[in-house]
């Protein structure tokens, strides 16, 4: 971005030293803000929509600003501009060439508006669009969820607790844990875009414009919900952007939480689970390995998408009203929150598929730790002992497996009984992995009739939603 003919300044007059190199290059946004270009050239048509239906300029002079606006933007699109960074941002290069290009109609785009409700409107209009196609990157992975849960309705794992065997569950059971984590991120990102699609344009500067405008018309043209209501608000809030933050970080922690499932299953002492070659990567040392470089990048992401939400806070806290410079600094976070995050959600979508699942280490692992000794309580309770006195009993009948080293399945029915008199043969259905999961039948539970009955549930939510 060299500026070899630097351009005039759009606000040079009341200057008569020129900015110091360095100072202009500090201050200037248009090396990442140059990103909003289309949605700055959207908010400026619709502006000058509304100025010419108000006759605050001519058809004339909007039918230049459109056509000389649209003709920017393929000359942006085909590489063919030239940003300067001595016009500062996206606004006053896209202002400036305009000018250049339609002579003194362009000098009225500006009328009744300022940089700071137009940046304002621009990063709204942005995110909205983005939250839009995040969305549907969360339900592409949700929709990969329901599949896997499905494939997997019957296969039994371990459950854990303190990462010690607790009692067995559904795999599929499983994956829609995950389901239903996405389901709270999707509905904080519906909920979000509420308050995105706002529009402050209209606020000016901080105090309002003294021409007549139509600040609903513009609002319409751009497909926000409604204008904002206070002008000094409007150009100064970024609750919005500290909000999808949150939403963000709240999703990219559950990104987290699925990857080090991920990574802990595909270890060789779990092993329940094979990750596809294509989403790992070798060892230029160790020829053994095989790396799940993908859960643990996006583990490791998830701290900078974290970062972002404190350094959006931090940026707002204590600003007095209205507009500062301090604003520009929330660019740089919220796009690459964006960025990492539609590139998190589409790998792990892509990924979900790719897993495979060793369904007998599952098994033999469920076998080991005495995970049905619940079931051997709850047998217990409805043969009419009281809970706290069953929990005892299998107590001692798990110490007696850990120095025999046998879970309770494959003790005797004599050995069982010498624990409890009210012990009977059918007890052996209620100690097998299949009985135990299949018990847990009622809404919620990990009983593969009511994975398949949850699965179901979610399938027809995300065609309703
Ligand atoms: N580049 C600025 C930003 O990102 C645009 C608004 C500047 N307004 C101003 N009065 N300096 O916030």
Not at 14 to 24: M, Q, S
Not at 55 to 62: L, M
Not at 91 to 113: D, F, P, Y
Not at 341 to 363: H, Q
């Amino acid at each position: 971005m060299s500026d070899p003919h630097a351009p005039t300044k759009l606000w040079s007059g009341r200057f008569n030293e020129p900015t110091d190199a360095f100072v202009e290059a500090f201050t200037a946004s248009v090396e990442f803000d140059r990103r909003l270009y289309k949605y700055d050239i959207q908010g400026s048509i619709a502006h000058a929509t509304m100025l010419a239906t108000q006759g605050i300029i001519t058809d004339t002079e909007r039918a230049a600003i459109v056509q000389g606006l649209e003709q920017i933007a393929v000359r942006i699109e085909r590489g063919d501009f030239t940003w300067s960074v001595a016009l500062e941002d996206v606004h006053m290069n896209l202002e400036s060439a305009l000018t250049e290009a339609i002579g003194s109609a362009g000098k009225k785009l500006h009328t009744g508006r300022s940089r700071n409700d137009q940046v304002a409107t621009d990063i709204r209009l942005w995110l909205r669009d983005e939250i839009n196609l995040i969305i549907a990157a969360v339900q592409r992975l949700q929709l990969a969820l329901i599949d896997l849960a499905e494939q997997e309705a019957e296969t039994i794992l371990p459950g854990f607790t303190h990462l010690q065997t607790a009692q067995p569950v559904t795999f599929g059971h499983h994956m829609m844990a995950w389901f239903e984590m996405l389901e709270r991120d999707r509905q904080r990102f519906v909920d979000c875009s509420k308050r995105v699609n706002i529009m402050p344009l209209g606020a000016a500067a901080l105090a309002g414009t003294t021409y007549p405008i139509d600040r609903e018309l513009t609002a319409n043209l751009l497909g926000f919900d409604r204008p904002s209501e206070n002008s000094l608000d409007s150009v100064s809030d970024r609750d919005f952007a500290i909000e999808f933050s949150a939403a963000a970080s709240i999703l990219m922690m559950h990104l987290s939480r699925f990857s080090e499932e991920l990574i802990i299953w595909s270890s060789a002492q779990f092993g329940f689970i094979e990750l596809s070659d294509s989403f790992c990567t070798g060892s230029s040392i160790m020829p053994q390995k095989k790396n799940p470089d993908v859960p643990e990048l996006i583990r490791g992401k998830t701290g900078r998408i974290f970062g972002h939400l404190i350094g959006l806070l931090t940026l707002m806290k204590s600003q007095p009203l209205a507009y500062n410079k301090d604003n520009q600094e929330d660019k740089e976070p919220l796009f690459d929150t964006v960025d990492n995050l539609k590139g998190c959600l589409k790998v792990f979508a892509d990924m979900i598929p790719a897993v495979s699942c060793r369904r007998g280490t599952m098994r033999e692992a469920a076998l080991q730790g005495f995970a049905t000794a619940t079931d051997l309580a709850d047998y217990l309770v409805r043969g009419g002992l009281a809970f706290r006195d069953a929990h005892e009993v299998v107590g001692r009948a798990v110490a007696y497996g850990v120095k025999q080293g046998r879970d309770l399945s494959q003790m005797t029915l004599d050995e069982l009984q010498g624990f409890s008199d009210r012990i009977q043969e059918d007890v052996f259905t209620v100690l097998t992995l299949e009985g135990s999961v299949a018990a847990r039948d009622h809404i919620g539970g990990t009983a593969p009739k009511q994975v398949r009955t949850a699965i179901r549930r979610a399938r027809a939510h995300l065609q309703g939603a």
